[in-house]
């Protein structure tokens, strides 16, 4: 069955500073595709960046970017530069590429930026 | 483009009462996903329409819910005979599927429900 795992409940990062959130996945499935989105207080989800299982790139859009580490079934996110903007959730998504299509999430990780 | 609309944003109501919520996906969106999410968890699925068929339901959805999607336009989601273990974030995504896996979900504000 696939799972997402994210391990850090809550995050702290200084301001123009980078940070990691981690993600782990399990799927069975060759083909599938990571998700990572932000949800603010105000609680809409955000999309953020995509990786695909067969992408030989990692994934970046604008501050963020995606460690895809295949092998060990990881897709962390980094965000460069953070801003106080950026305290939210973080939620990284599975979706695979058989059967439904639905979106499987992690449990989160409550980023704080400070100034 | 006026995003994933839905309502009420609130809904207070009392045990053993019946609640409908509603979602207008993105316009030319055939995917329509429903999700709970409750304090400090992510999303959990519910179900999932592609046009109007209801494709998958997941176990966590019980007989006292339904969800419709009639003309694959917008959705509802009823829970009858509400109880306190429903109080929970009900959001609605919807996706345009071009047949990947790339396809990204486009949430809306959802609809925070408290049983009473």
């Known amino acids: 069955a696939q799972k997402i795992t994210q391990t850090q409940p809550g995050m702290f990062v200084q301001e123009k500073e980078a940070v990691t959130l981690d993600c782990t996945y399990d799927t069975s499935d060759p083909s599938y595709g990571l998700f990572w989105y932000k949800q603010p207080s105000s609680g809409e989800m955000i999309f953020l960046i995509y990786?695909?299982?067969?992408?030989?790139q990692n994934a970046t859009e604008g501050r963020y970017s995606l460690n895809f580490q295949k092998a060990r079934k990881s897709a962390n996110l980094v965000i460069s530069a953070s801003q106080l903007g950026d305290s939210a959730m973080y939620f990284c998504?599975?979706?695979?590429?058989?059967?439904?299509?639905?979106?499987?999430f992690g449990t989160g990780t409550r980023l704080k930026v400070l100034a | 483009d006026t995003g994933v609309s839905q309502d009420p944003r609130h809904k207070i109501t009392k045990r053993g009462q019946n609640v409908t919520f509603r979602c207008d996906p993105i316009?030319?969106?055939?995917?329509l996903y429903w999700y709970r999410q409750t304090l400090g968890q992510g999303p959990e699925f519910l179900t999932y329409f592609q046009n109007e068929a209801q494709l998958e339901k997941s176990r966590l959805l019980s007989d006292r819910f339904s969800a419709e999607r009639p003309k694959g336009s917008f959705s509802t989601l009823e829970i009858q005979r509400t109880e306190q273990g429903d109080s929970a974030m009900y959001l609605c995504?919807?996706?345009?599927?071009?047949?990947?896996?790339?396809?990204?979900?486009?949430f809306g504000q959802g609809t925070r429900l408290t049983v009473v």
């Open positions: 990786q695909g299982s067969y992408d030989q």
């Open positions: 998504a599975m979706r695979e590429g058989s059967g439904t299509y639905k979106y499987i």
């Open positions: 995504a919807s996706s345009r599927d071009r047949g990947h896996i790339d396809t990204e979900a486009f």
């Open positions: 316009s030319e969106h055939n995917r």
